[in-house]
């Protein structure tokens, strides 16, 4: 029997899955696909916490990452660094100092899957966190460092922010709180994740 790839993904509420269902969370419903096929793998851990930043997840969710030294990990961050105007700076220094550190526990490349941030502008809510600055604009800057890092790092970033902004015109794109995505949002998500996954984890 192949060894179980255990899989501990980092990230804050798009990661957690605020206001959906544990089975509706994209990690979950990644697992469940991979198992379909024939991966051995499964979610040891989600650590991932609504309102968390690039600093939080250094200071509390790497120390996890060291304690449970995972075979496959994914990283979806940067929204709330944006949200409370952390610079470009300190928010690239910390992308590069989660990175190197995920890299020195999982060793190679295909071993991490790196997601963009989603458009909260799009969703009902969103608008009450632009604190008057273009939502769309931020988010797409910050989602240009993340491809500069990972470009560097010669790592994959995965594209989630153009199935975001579909909440505009389909509110089941949204949940409840008008401002994260649903489950069946997190599903779309999920199929491109899949792809790279299913295509790492396969060899």
């Not at 379909?36 to 309102?51: Q, S, Y």
């Given at each position: 029997m192949n060894k179980i790839i255990r899989y501990l993904p980092l990230g804050d509420s798009y990661t957690i899955g605020e206001m959906v269902e544990?089975?509706?969370?994209?990690?979950?419903?990644?697992?469940?696909?991979?198992?379909?096929?024939?991966?051995?793998?499964?979610?040891?851990?989600?650590?991932?916490?609504?309102?968390y930043t690039t600093n939080d997840v250094i200071k509390k969710q790497l120390p996890i990452l060291y304690q449970y030294k995972p075979d496959f990990s994914s990283l979806l961050i940067g929204v709330n660094d944006w949200v409370q105007g952390v610079s470009d700076i300190i928010f690239r220094n910390n992308l590069v100092y989660i990175i190197d550190n995920m890299l020195s526990i999982l060793k190679t490349c295909n071993r991490i899957i790196i997601i963009n941030i989603p458009d909260f502008s799009k969703t009902p809510e969103g608008h009450k966190y632009a604190k008057g600055r273009n939502i769309t604009e931020g988010i797409s800057h910050f989602n240009s460092i993340i491809k500069e890092v990972t470009d560097k790092k010669k790592l994959k970033m995965l594209n989630v922010f153009d199935i975001s902004q579909k909440g505009e015109k389909d509110l089941t794109y949204i949940t409840s709180d008008g401002l994260h995505p649903s489950g069946k949002q997190y599903k779309e998500w999920e199929k491109r994740i899949f792809e790279v996954a299913y295509n790492y984890l396969s060899v």
């Open positions: 544990e089975h509706e969370r994209w990690p979950n419903i990644l697992v469940e696909n991979l198992k379909e096929k024939g991966i051995n793998i499964e979610l040891i851990e989600n650590p991932a916490v609504t309102g």
